[in-house]
C-alpha cells in the first residue's frame, strides 16, 4: 500500500510554562501525514463511523509491514471528552505514536469541538507480529504497539516526513 505523504506544515506546538522543563512536542496530527486507512471512530460501538473499509485496512496495513498511518477518533456520546490516536508505522517494526484529547472542565458540557487539544508525549514502540487469524481482507484487529517509550525529544514533522517516505 502506497504512502501519499500531503504537504508537511507544523504549525502546532505544546507549549509547556517556563518553569516546567518537559520539552516541547510537535504536534503529528499537524503533520500533513494522509492517512493510509479512513479514520477509525468509535461512537457507540467499534468501527461505526468511517465505512467498511475502515475496519479491514489498519489489519492490511499491519500484514504488509510498511510503513503507513492509521488514526482512531474515540468519540463518547453524548460526552464531554473526546481523543484521538496517531500511529505512524515506520516499516521497520517501530511505530511511532502520538495521542491527544479534550474535554469540558468539572465534568459539565461545554463547546467541545473548541475546547483545546492536549497532546500526550511521543512514544516509539515496537510493533507485535501480527496473530495467525489475521489474514489479508479479513484482520479487523489493529497493530498491537509494545515497550512503548516516551521520548524526552519528539520527532519534527520534518523527521516523520522522511522516515514515512518511501525508499526507492
Known sequence: MALALGSI????????DPENSAPTQADLFACGV???CPAYCTHLSYGDC?????LACPGDLWLE?????????????????????????????RALFQDRSRSCQGGEFCDLANMPWELGAHQLCDVK????????????????????VPLETGWTCGEVATAMSPTP
Open 9 to 16: 506544515a507544523c504549525g502546532s506546538v505544546v507549549q509547556d
Open 34 to 36: 494522509q492517512l493510509s
Open 50 to 54: 468511517g465505512g467498511a473499509e475502515s
Open 65 to 93: 509491514g510498511g510503513s503507513g498511518a492509521i488514526e482512531v477518533h474515540d468519540r463518547p456520546g453524548p460526552g464531554n471528552w473526546m481523543g484521538d490516536k496517531l500511529t505512524l508505522l515506520l516499516g521497520d517494526g
Open 129 to 148: 507480529t501480527p496473530p495467525d487469524t489475521c489474514q489479508p481482507g479479513s484482520c479487523t484487529e489493529f497493530p498491537v504497539l509494545e515497550n512503548c
